[in-house]
């Protein structure tokens, strides 16, 4: 199991045992209208690869990484992830932010940064609707990304608990024939073990 998947089964846990605490994606039924905010990173790939997971802080101004980066360069169409209504467009820090409060219970709301948003505030989005660009600019992940952040409160979320599991999982895996190694003979499956070359 990858370490961002892991992690976000140790957070879902963890906020299965707060006390009124839910998973964005218990909210709403199905795939509740849910949406990756950037394609796929390559062809054949069913999402965007997780360049660096939620890590959250020990402690209020605590170091941590409070959302994921997910892998897109400049320029690739941001899309909003779940329902709900502009709340802020525009710079922080000569950055592009983009924030959106759902339309789930919760006073959940989700950032994206760095994006040249293309809705205007008060804006009502759905799951899946471009709601910018990304930006070029610094950024600690070679080729660019986005960094999606969820809040809810003052507390941050991990952002793939927005996803219902179906969404998370990759491609199921391909076997390949092996070059160079003979098959059994028909019939025949022969005992597992090393090949002899």
């Known amino acids: 199991m990858s370490s961002h998947l892991a992690l976000h089964a140790l957070t879902a846990v963890l906020l299965a045992l707060l006390p009124g605490a839910t998973r964005a994606a218990d909210t709403a039924d199905g795939d509740g209208g849910r949406a990756w905010p950037v394609p796929a990173s390559a062809p054949g790939l069913r999402r965007p690869v997780v360049e660096r997971g939620f890590d959250p802080p020990l402690s209020r101004w605590g170091a941590g990484h409070r959302g994921v980066d997910l892998r897109a360069g400049p320029g690739t169409p941001v899309r909003a992830a779940a329902p709900g209504r502009v709340a802020f467009a525009g710079p922080v820090a000569g950055r592009g932010v983009l924030v959106i409060r759902l339309a789930l219970p919760g006073d959940l709301r989700i950032t994206y940064e760095p994006v040249r948003a293309s ?48 969404m998370l999982r990759a491609a199921p895996s391909r076997l390949l024939p092996v070059l160079g190694v003979p098959l ?14």
Do not use: K
């Open 119 to 166: 809705v205007a505030v008060g804006e009502e989005v759905a799951a899946g609707d471009t709601v910018g660009v990304l930006q070029p600019g610094p950024s600690h992940c070679p080729g660019g990304c986005l960094h999606w952040g969820l809040r809810q409160g003052p507390a941050y979320l991990d952002p793939l608990s927005l996803l219902p599991a179906s």
């Open 184 to 197: 059994p003979p028909a019939g025949e499956a022969g005992p597992p073990g090393p090949v002899s070359r």
